[in-house]
């Protein structure tokens, strides 16, 4: 789905961070609502929503991770 591609998207971008040990501040921007309120909840019955809030928490522990959402798809 596209909610699951949005996750994976998100969660590749964590993943290359944490690969290329980036420790400045990081700034997600996701234009999905319902993608980012997944990610700040505790718990979840995804698989994939849970790989990539791992990896958001793997990218935590060295440095300042924020998700914004952002309004698209503006006319």
Do not use: N
Request: hydrophobic content about 45%; charged content about 25%; overall charge negative.
């Amino acid at each position: 789905t596209i909610f699951q591609v949005e996750v994976l998207a998100i969660s590749r971008c964590a993943e290359l961070l944490i690969d290329r040990k980036i420790r400045h501040r990081i700034c997600i921007c996701s234009d999905s609502r319902a993608v980012i309120d997944a990610l700040v909840k505790t718990t979840t019955e995804s698989f994939v929503v849970w790989d990539c809030m791992q990896a958001l928490d793997k990218l935590g522990e060295t440095t300042q991770v924020t998700l914004v959402w952002v309004p698209g798809h503006i006319w």
